[in-house]
């Protein structure tokens, strides 16, 4: 059974940041995509960043670029997202997801999912 678990999330002020984490377990990963989708409080879900397992492609939405960075650790199974110059419009609940499409983790109806974790950015 896949599971996908975040950790990491917090309250932070505004210029702030913070590292999200994704352990991964129950298959092998090195063909998928993981990926990163936050749902911010009265919006729709919004895809933030994604990495090829196999290779470590990323891509990310163009508000992070520049400021976010995803990442993988292929001994811990473990996906990261490194947030910094944080915003209050980035606040929001992260989740983790995992697909073998690029296509379903960017319109997030990727296979796989975390229980999500929670940052929020004060101003």
């Known amino acids: 059974q896949v599971q996908l678990v975040e950790s990491g999330g917090g309250l932070v002020q505004a210029g702030g940041s913070l590292r999200l984490s994704c352990a991964a377990s129950?298959?092998?990963?090195?063909?998928?995509?993981m990926g990163w989708f936050r749902q911010a409080p009265g919006k729709e879900g919004e895809f933030v960043a994604a990495?090829?397992?196999?290779?470590?492609?990323?891509y990310y939405v163009d508000s992070v670029k520049g400021r976010f960075t995803i990442s993988r650790d292929n001994a811990k199974n473990t996906v990261y997202l490194q947030m910094n110059s944080l915003k209050p419009e980035d606040t929001a609940v992260y989740y983790c997801?995992?697909?073998?499409?690029?296509?379903?983790?960017?319109?997030?109806?990727?296979?796989?999912w975390g229980q999500g974790t929670r940052v929020t950015v004060s101003s």
């Open positions: 997801n995992a697909d073998w499409s690029s296509t379903r983790i960017r319109d997030g109806t990727a296979n796989y």
């Open positions: 129950g298959r092998t990963f090195s063909s998928y995509y």
């Open positions: 990495i090829r397992w196999s290779g470590g492609s990323t």
